[in-house]
């Protein structure tokens, strides 16, 4: 059952690709390289932005509101657990079972936003000093020298042939909205995954701004 469903999705992603005309690139790699979206689903607000101030190292950082979101589901989270703690406590509440789906309820929706803040503030760093892109709170400084290392989260700017930009629709109960994606195409036709969004715009700026800093060409698919 979850295999069937999981190949409808790809083939759903993979229709979606049709629409891309590799051809307009004028790149001989464009035509070996995916183009349905890498990341499955995506925000429909700005979670990223680029931060180019230095040019040495740009940055792809959490916006506010992407910390409101999270934030948000954190708080209800923490209110969910500590209220009826508190009526329970010296309101003299008997209810065990209230009690405890209460806090159930709210440790789901605080383990949700400690979750999304963690993922959002994780940075996405291309430092073009030291040539390498990787997603991660600290620097690998041990493996600045070394090949390319996708299970670090580190990855050669020289490796980097392309960036791309694919679209995706996202589809919910009541609703539906395009996320987009920013990929690096490596050398190899596999991609990278650097963030993903639904602001338009913002996406086709920082991916313009990104692909001018790496000197290679933009892929916009969207």
């Known amino acids: 059952m979850f295999e069937r ?5 790809e083939a759903a992603q993979k ?18 390289t995916d183009w349905y979206p890498l990341k499955g689903g995506g925000a429909n607000f700005q979670t990223h932005r680029l931060d180019a101030s230095n ?7 959490c916006t506010k509101g992407a910390y ?3 934030g948000l589901f954190t708080l209800v989270g923490l209110l969910g657990i500590l209220i009826p703690v508190i009526v329970f406590v010296k309101g003299g509440m008997q209810d065990w079972g209230m009690v405890g789906f209460a806090v159930l309820f709210g440790g ?4 949700a936003g400690l979750f999304m803040l963690h993922f959002f503030t994780i940075p996405r760093v291309f430092d073009t000093f030291y040539g390498c892109y990787y997603k991660a709170r600290k620097k690998p400084v041990h493996m600045m020298h070394q090949e390319g290392n996708k299970k670090h989260a580190l ?3 020289k490796d980097v042939q392309a960036v791309q930009v694919i679209k995706e629709r996202v589809r919910g109960k009541n609703s539906s909205y395009y996320s987009y994606e920013i990929n690096l195409v490596l050398k190899d036709t596999s991609r990278i995954n650097v963030i ?3 602001k338009h715009q913002a996406i086709i700026e920082d991916a313009e701004t990104l692909a001018l800093a790496l000197g290679v060409p933009l892929w916009d698919g969207t």
């Not at 469903?5 to 999705?9: A, C, N, T």
């Open 155 to 157: 990855t050669h700017l």
């Open 5 to 9: 469903f999981k190949k409808l999705i």
């Open 55 to 61: 040019p040495d190292l740009l940055v792809f950082k």
């Open 196 to 198: 993903d969004h639904g």
């Open 68 to 70: 409101l979101f999270a």
């Open 108 to 111: 789901i929706f605080l383990a």
């Open 15 to 32: 229709h979606a690709a049709k629409t891309v005309d590799p051809d307009v690139f004028e790149h001989p790699a464009a035509q070996l």
